[in-house]
Nanobody, 121 residues
Framework: VQLQASGGGLVQAGSSLRLSCTAS????????MVWFRQAPGKEREFVAG????????SYADSVKGRFTISRDNDKNTVYLQIYSLKPEDTAVYSC???????????????WGQGTLVTVSS
């Protein structure tokens, strides 16, 4: 499985953005999908996760209410909708595929290239 994130860019604070992560291969629906982000000079942090069937989601406390994760297994794509962007959301956002038994763990089978989101104040 190869993962490619897209949708980042330079945006103004308060605006919205939708990131996409598209997977190659036919096994996308077998994996939970997770979004991470890494801000300049900081460690990578968990942002949001969604179960293989989309029935369960999880969010970091720092993004609850502003970020929405969703997936379309027919399109092999997971999305991250971001509302009310803040300068502190500036980061490289990347996605990862987690095996079914790995929900809530640090076990990931595949990582994608990130997409940069820059929020200007």
């Amino acid at each position: 499985v190869q993962l490619q994130a897209s949708g980042g860019g330079l945006v103004q604070a308060g605006s919205s953005l939708r990131l996409s992560c598209t997977a190659s291969g036919r096994t996308f629906s077998s994996y939970h999908m997770v979004w991470f982000r890494q801000a300049p000079g900081k460690e990578r942090e968990f942002v949001a996760g969604i179960s293989w069937d989309g029935g369960t989601t999880s969010y970091a406390d720092s993004v609850k209410g502003r970020f929405t994760i969703s997936r379309d297994n027919d399109k092999n794509t997971v999305y991250l909708q971001i509302y009310s962007l803040k300068p502190e959301d500036t980061a490289v956002y990347s996605c990862a595929a987690q095996p079914k038994g790995g929900w809530g763990t640090n076990e990931f089978d595949y990582w994608g290239q990130g997409t940069l989101v820059t929020v200007s104040s």
